[in-house]
């Protein structure tokens, strides 16, 4: 079975940082796209950014500038610098992998449990 487990969130003041990291396990054959989405209460899922297995990235726009998607394909972790949070950031925080475990089966996508991120003073 393929876990995505987040890491990273936490309460910042404005104008601060924080580095989420997730890490996917299981029987995995290959990884292909992975990224970042965001809720917040009352609000639906949006994209944050996006990077694929070669290292093309796509960001939404409220992310160009401030935030940074990288990934280590040899760990299959994924990671998000967030920089110059402000509290419309505050979210929860998923990751999301699409994963190819089975020759025989096409590739799925997964998701995280999610990682609070606030941001107040």
């Known amino acids: 079975q393929v876990r995505l487990v987040e890491s990273g969130g936490g309460l910042v003041q404005p104008g601060g940082s924080l580095r989420l990291s997730c890490a996917a396990s299981?029987?995995?054959?290959?990884?292909?796209?992975m990224g970042w989405y965001r809720q917040a209460p009352g609000k639906q899922r949006e994209l944050v950014a996006t990077?694929?297995?070669?290292?093309?990235?796509n960001y939404a726009e409220s992310a160009k500038g401030r935030f940074t998607i990288s990934r280590d394909n040899a760990k299959a972790e994924v990671y998000l610098q967030l920089n110059s949070l402000s509290p419309e950031d505050t979210a929860a925080y998923y990751c999301?992998?699409?994963?190819?475990?089975?020759?025989?089966?096409?590739?799925?996508?997964?998701w995280g449990q999610g990682t609070q991120v606030t941001v107040s003073s």
């Open positions: 999301n992998a699409n994963i190819k475990y089975r020759l025989s089966s096409p590739s799925s996508d997964y």
């Open positions: 299981g029987i995995i054959l290959a990884i292909n796209a």
């Open positions: 990077i694929t297995d070669a290292g093309s990235v």
